[in-house]
């Protein structure tokens, strides 16, 4: 087994391999050289960093009913980096979506939340992801205590949207989407589970 700071870096690395393909993808197209990225490529950079996102968060809820299921405890080590590399990646999707496609004109950002439905569902997870990014870290967990798992309970909202806001994007198939969406609702009902074997327990517990 990798000892933790290898396993660590080892994470770090790969987290990183996806923004290393897009930066790959836009060098050949700028030599034209063969690239995925189509005949709209701003649009399919913008989807592209948005895919990557749901994958994170996704990874991010994976870990601790695997911690459970495996319990190899070195996965729950990287969770709170995948929970970064989940932002970092929304962060990328709205700046390229921002620069790439509204070439930073707000009115339309404006335009674009109001009048588009999935756009909407996707600013409010990624302004919902804000909070979690900022209290990851362990200041915060000590100033908030039980509060901070209370509010960092939101990821499974925002991972609902975010299965909202692709499966609105989706235009031929929605198999990816689909398959997003059960993943997280698994992920849900695992949690909703535990929440009430726990509730169950402590009632027993009580004296009678």
């Known amino acids: 087994m990798l000892?933790?700071?290898?396993?660590?870096?080892?994470t770090f690395f790969l987290s990183l391999l996806p923004l290393g393909y897009s930066i790959y993808q836009?060098?050949?197209l700028q030599v034209g050289g063969v690239n995925v990225l189509g005949a709209d490529p701003a649009k399919a950079l913008v989807l592209l960093q948005g895919e990557w996102t749901i994958r994170?968060?996704?990874?991010?809820?994976?870990?601790?009913?695997?911690?459970?299921?495996?319990?190899?405890?070195?996965?729950?080590?990287?969770?709170?980096?995948?929970?970064?590399?989940t932002f970092a990646y929304a962060s990328i999707h709205l700046m390229a979506y921002l620069f790439l496609l509204l070439?930073?004109?707000?009115?339309?950002?404006?335009a674009d939340i109001l009048k588009r439905p999935y756009i909407t569902v996707g600013f409010?997870?990624?302004?919902?992801?804000?909070?979690?990014?900022?209290?990851?870290?362990?200041?915060?967990?000590r100033l908030l205590r039980k509060r901070w798992a209370i509010l960092h309970r939101l990821v499974y909202g925002i991972a609902l949207l975010a299965v909202v806001h692709v499966t609105w994007l989706a235009r031929s198939s929605y198999l990816e989407a689909t398959v997003y969406g059960v993943i997280v609702v698994l992920l849900l009902f695992s949690r909703v589970f535990?929440?009430?074997?726990a509730s169950f327990q402590g009632t027993l517990r009580r004296p009678v």
Do not use: C, H
Not at 56 to 74: N, S
């Open 103 to 110: 070439e930073f004109d707000f009115r339309n950002l404006w």
């Open 194 to 197: 535990k929440d009430k074997l």
């Open 26 to 28: 836009v060098y050949q």
């Open 124 to 141: 409010a997870a990624y302004l919902l992801l804000v909070p979690l990014a900022i209290t990851s870290n362990r200041f915060a967990i």
């Open 56 to 85: 994170f968060l996704i990874l991010t809820l994976l870990v601790t009913p695997l911690v459970r299921l495996t319990g190899w405890r070195q996965l729950q080590r990287v969770r709170r980096m995948l929970g970064l590399f």
């Open 3 to 10: 000892k933790l700071p290898v396993f660590k870096s080892l």
